[in-house]
Nanobody, 121 residues
Framework: QVQLVESGGGLVQPGGSLRLSCAATGFDFSLYEMKWYRQRPGKERELVARIKSGGGIRAYVPSVKGRFTIDRDDAKKTVSLQMDRLNTEDTAVYYC??????????????WGQGTQVTVSS
């Protein structure tokens, strides 16, 4: 059974840090690109960070570049998002996503249930 389970969300003050984790089961984790999305109140879901299969290539949305770090551990089947210098605009539900393009199906996507991050004083 495919599962992505996020953890690590919570309430933090502006300028603080949080580390999100996502544990994967039920699929060949190492073959998938892993992504973190977020959905802020009243906004559409947006891609925040991604890390390619193999871990060599990372990318970030400009608003978090230099503050967030995505990493993966294929042996443990986990992906993490270290979030530093948080601000109120980072308040959102954060979702873990696994993505792979498979012929002839096309894109295969798995999603976690989301974890709430609230940045407030």
């Amino acid at each position: 059974q495919v599962q992505l389970v996020e953890s690590g969300g919570g309430l933090v003050q502006p300028g603080g840090s949080l580390r999100l984790s996502c544990a994967a089961t039920g699929f060949d984790f190492s073959l998938y690109e892993m992504k973190w999305y977020r959905q802020r109140p009243g906004k559409e879901r947006e891609l925040v960070a991604r890390i390619k299969s193999g871990g060599g290539i990372r990318a970030y949305v400009p608003s978090v570049k230099g503050r967030f770090t995505i990493d993966r551990d294929d042996a443990k089947k986990t992906v993490s998002l270290q979030m530093d210098r948080l601000n109120t605009e980072d308040t959102a539900v954060y979702y873990c996503n696994a993505n792979r393009y498979q012929e002839p199906i096309g894109d295969v996507d798995y999603w976690g249930q989301g974890t709430q991050v609230t940045v407030s004083s």
